[in-house]
């Protein structure tokens, strides 16, 4: 069974840095990270960065514009965040959204990771 596997985040105070992963374990034949979203108590899901395949195109969210860098490893099929200056309001579930095709003769499928909690303290 394919999944989506996060990892990296934790404990930090404000200012400091933490790199955050995302792959897939299991079998696959293709896989395309979208990008990361997060997700604080009691607000909606919202993406923080995102890439494509191919070109490489990037977006962020403005909150996080000039302290997080998204990038990918496609020999590794892993997608990175690396999340600089963190602030209080950083802290949040993260999560990365993937399509994923299982065999070469499916289509995608649309995978998200089960999240890796980001807390940022004052």
């Known amino acids: 069974q394919v999944q989506l596997v996060e990892s990296g985040g934790g404990l930090v105070q404000a200012g400091g840095s933490l790199r955050l992963s995302c792959t897939a374990s299991g079998r696959f034949f293709s896989i395309d990270v979208k990008g990361w979203y997060r997700q604080a108590p009691g607000k909606q899901r919202e993406l923080v960065a995102s890439?494509?395949?191919?070109?490489?195109?990037?977006n962020y969210a403005d909150s996080v514009k000039g302290r997080f860098t998204i990038s990918r490893d496609n020999a590794k099929n892993t997608v990175y965040l690396q999340m600089n200056s963190l602030k209080p309001e950083d802290t949040a579930v993260y999560y990365c959204?993937?399509?994923?095709?299982?065999?070469?003769?499916?289509?995608?499928?649309?995978?998200w990771g089960q999240g890796t909690q980001v807390t940022v303290s004052s």
């Open positions: 890439i494509t395949r191919r070109r490489g195109t990037i």
């Open positions: 959204n993937a399509e994923i095709a299982t065999t070469r003769w499916e289509q995608t499928s649309d995978y």
